[in-house]
Every structure is written in C-alpha cells, then in structure tokens.
C-alpha cells in the first residue's frame, strides 16, 4: 500500500489551506455570530474550481478524484465548516448525482453552471416526518400532461435560500412505497416555491439552512432524472458519497481544533512553563493526534473506494461514524487545552465544537450509519 500523496494532492492541499487562512479565515467568527452565509467566499470558491472537482472537464468541472476532493473539504472545514459544507452539498449530492444519473440535455443546461460555480445547488430529501426515514415522502408530484405538479414541504435544506438548482425527492405514487419515489429538478423562482425561514442553529451558523415549500409548482417532465420510481435509489447512492464528504469536514474541524490546541500549548504557560511540557497536556495531544490519523485513513480509504468503482457504501459509513465522533472528541479536548479561553469565541475552538455536532447528523445519524455497517457486516 502506498500512502504517499502525488504531487497533484499536494497541490490541491496546498491551495486548499492558501485560500482557508486568506479568504475564509478574515470574518469567520462575525459570520457565524450573525448567521452570515459567506456569499463572496463561497463565489470565489467556485472560481477556484472547488464546487465541481469531480466533474468531468467536458461539463465544466475539474475532474479530480475523490481523494483531492476529500483533501480540499479537510483544509476548509479546519477554518469554516459553514463554507465546506456549501461545496459538500454542491459536489457530493447535487453534481455527482447529475452527472451520473442525468440525460445529456439535464447535463448541459444545469450541471455545467453548478460544476463551474456559476450558481448553486441544493439536495431536497428531508422533510418534517421524513429524515432519517426517506421512505416516508409526504411531498408528491402529480403528472399532469407535459408537467408534474408538486406539492410539499423540505426541512434542514442546506444552501436553501443561495442556491439557484434543487434536487427535490418527490412521491409520485405514493400507493408503491419507496418504489414510487422520483426526484426533480427544480429552479430558484418558479411560481409556487417558497423558501422559508432561514434556522437558528447551534453550529455552522453561516451555512443558510431553510424549509421551503411547493405550492402546485410545475415541473416539466424533463426535469426528472431518471424514470418514475427511481428517487429512492437515488437519494441512497448520493448520500453514499455525500457521506463521504461530510467525513471529510469532521475530520477537518477536529484537525483545525488539534493544531489550534497545540499551538497554544505551546504558548501558554503554567508553573513556570509552557503547558505542552506537563504531562497531562501531552497525553491530550497524543490522543487527539492519534484519533485524527486514524479518522484521516477510514475517510481516505473511503475516497479511495469510490474512485476504484467498488462498492463504497460501508467505507463511507464508517468514516463518516468515526470521523464524526472524533469531530465531537477533539474539538472538546481542544477546549479543555485552552482551558477558559477554550470557551471565549476569539479562540475559534468552541466555535469548532458547536459545528462538529452537526456531523454527527446529518448525512444519517450515527445510528443510521451503524445500520449501513452492519448491512454490510451481515451480507
């Protein structure tokens, strides 16, 4: 096994970081003390290539592997978990789910933009009594001639007010079950679709997460990936990869908080030296630098996965389980290494363990991830 990086992952690591300290850094903490999406950040993300890095240059994306994308969503979600997820959402669900299961027109008229940065998008899947339970769609779309007529309600939607193109999870027979899901492509401005309030949330606070509501909107039957029915298969295989991506930002933000806690046991001092120097505080480092190396292989091992066209679906959900848990376990010991100041915002670390929690959710609880594995265990 060959754990070398090339020297074309090093390069995407190194713009990666580059553009996390000089672009998402400056305003970090404003932005998440007033819940300020990072418009212009996230603009210039896309300019750099990060919002389509594994889309095929033909569609206007980068045509990176999964592995650059995976060291990329590390290095920015070590300075802004609200900005990662933005591209999280864009490259793993939206436009891997495009390209892969769209036609050549649905390719062409919306996957070029979103691979570009050109605009935004959004994955439509949860719902008020349908999160964890995607089978459960209360929103449905009826065929009616040339169009589909929907109607319902999306919960915890991320980019949901700045996106310009969604992916909305929809029952078209409802009497099938999870076999009469379908899923559509909706724009920003169609009469009948509302984006709700914007949620006041614990963790990354800049990220605009919204309900939005469709009213007999009309979807033209071209707008539909796939056959009838196909939704749920759909959603299933997308949120195998969007896993990974959000292992991806859990490892990041528990890497962000270790290199912050180790830095400033470096700098302060107690009983006449710096703190790195007392025992206790070292074995706080070990066991965060350990967890963090061992969370780094499970997500890169997942990308890795991916890329060779194996069946991913157990790799993601295991990194994503215990990246995720790492997230919450560094980034509380980072607090306790920084000690009072761990608990005042310009220190960034508790800003770090509020946005961890949410990894632990979305994408699948850690419950839901536990069942995928032992699926996989079991089979």
Same mark, same amino acid.
């Not at 107690?270 to 480092?285: E, M, R, W, Y």
């Given at each position: 096994?060959?754990?070398?990086?090339?020297?074309?992952?090093?390069?995407?690591?190194?713009?990666?970081?580059?553009?996390?300290?000089?672009?998402?850094?400056?305003?970090?903490?404003?932005?998440?003390?007033?819940?300020?999406?990072?418009?212009?950040?996230?603009?210039?993300?896309?300019?750099?290539?990060?919002?389509?890095?594994?889309?095929?240059?033909?569609?206007?994306?980068?045509?990176?592997?999964?592995?650059?994308?995976?060291?990329?969503?590390?290095?920015?979600?070590?300075?802004?978990?609200?900005?990662?997820?933005?591209?999280?959402?864009?490259?793993?669900?939206?436009?891997?789910?495009?390209?892969?299961?769209?036609?050549?027109?649905?390719?062409?008229?919306?996957?070029?933009?979103?691979?570009? &940065?050109? =605009?935004? /998008?959004?994955?439509?899947?949860?719902?008020?009594?349908? *999160? !964890? @339970?995607?089978? $459960?769609?209360?929103?449905?779309?009826?065929?009616?001639?040339?169009?589909?007529?929907?109607?319902?309600?999306?919960?915890?939607?991320?980019?949901?007010?700045?996106?310009?193109?969604?992916?909305?999870?929809?029952?078209?027979?409802?009497?099938?079950?999870?076999?009469?899901?379908?899923?559509?492509?909706?724009?920003?401005?169609?009469? &009948?679709? =509302?984006? /709700?309030?914007?949620?006041?949330?614990?963790?990354?606070? *800049? !990220? @605009?997460?919204? $309900?939005?509501?469709?009213?007999?909107?009309?979807?033209?039957?071209?707008?539909?990936?796939?056959?009838?029915?196909?939704?749920?298969?759909?959603?299933?295989?997308?949120?195998?990869?969007?896993?990974?991506?959000?292992?991806?930002?859990?490892?990041?933000?528990?890497?962000?908080?270790?290199?912050?806690?180790?830095?400033?046991?470096?700098?302060?001092?107690?009983?006449?030296?710096?703190?790195?120097?007392?025992?206790?505080?070292?074995?706080?480092?070990?066991?965060?630098?350990?967890?963090?190396?061992?969370?780094?292989?499970?997500?890169?091992?997942?990308?890795?996965?991916?890329?060779?066209?194996?069946?991913?679906?157990?790799?993601?959900?295991?990194?994503?389980?215990?990246?995720?848990?790492?997230?919450?376990?560094?980034?509380?010991?980072?607090?306790?290494?920084?000690?009072?100041?761990?608990?005042?915002?310009?220190?960034?670390?508790?800003?770090?363990?509020?946005?961890?929690?949410?990894?632990?959710?979305?994408?699948?609880?850690?419950?839901?991830?536990?069942?995928?594995?032992?699926?996989?265990?079991?089979?």
């Amino acid at each position: 096994m060959n754990f070398e990086l090339t020297e074309e992952h090093i390069a995407v690591r190194e713009a990666a970081r580059e553009f996390a300290q000089s672009e998402l850094l400056p305003g970090v903490i404003d932005r998440d003390t007033h819940a300020i999406f990072p418009k212009e950040q996230v603009k210039k993300m896309g300019e750099l290539g990060f919002l389509g890095m594994m889309v095929k240059p033909e569609y206007h994306g980068g045509g990176m592997d999964t592995l650059s994308y995976v060291i990329a969503m590390e290095e920015l979600s070590k300075i802004d978990a609200s900005a990662s997820v933005a591209m999280s959402v864009n490259n793993s669900l939206v436009c891997w789910g495009l390209e892969k299961y769209g036609s050549e027109e649905q390719k062409e008229k919306y996957l070029k933009p979103l691979a570009s &940065g050109e =605009v935004l /998008g959004a994955f439509c899947l949860s719902e008020p009594e349908a *999160g !964890s @339970d995607a089978t $459960s769609q209360r929103t449905e779309a009826k065929l009616e001639g040339d169009h589909y007529v929907l109607n319902g309600t999306k919960n915890w939607i991320t980019n949901g007010s700045s996106a310009n193109i969604y992916l909305v999870i929809a029952q078209t027979h409802p009497e099938l079950g999870h076999k009469g899901i379908s899923v559509f492509i909706v724009e920003k401005g169609w009469e &009948g679709f =509302v984006v /709700g309030k914007k949620e006041d949330k614990l963790g990354i606070r *800049g !990220s @605009d997460t919204h $309900s939005l509501m469709f009213t007999d909107v009309k979807v033209p039957v071209e707008n539909r990936i796939g056959d009838e029915g196909f939704g749920f298969t759909f959603a299933m295989e997308t949120l195998n990869g969007g896993r990974i991506g959000i292992a991806a930002q859990a490892l990041g933000i528990a890497a962000g908080a270790y290199e912050l806690a180790l830095a400033y046991s470096k700098e302060r001092k107690a009983f006449g030296k710096p703190i790195s120097q007392h025992q206790a505080i070292q074995f706080k480092l070990a066991d965060m630098a350990t967890q963090i190396e061992a969370a780094r292989l499970l997500v890169y091992k997942a990308a890795w996965t991916k890329d060779q066209g194996e069946d991913y679906s157990q790799a993601s959900a295991i990194a994503k389980l215990y990246a995720s848990q790492v997230a919450m376990d560094v980034t509380v010991e980072a607090i306790q290494v920084h000690g009072g100041y761990g608990y005042v915002k310009e220190y960034h670390v508790e800003r770090l363990m509020r946005d961890a929690k949410i990894t632990q959710i979305y994408e699948g609880t850690s419950e839901i991830q536990k069942i995928v594995i032992s699926r996989g265990i079991l089979r």
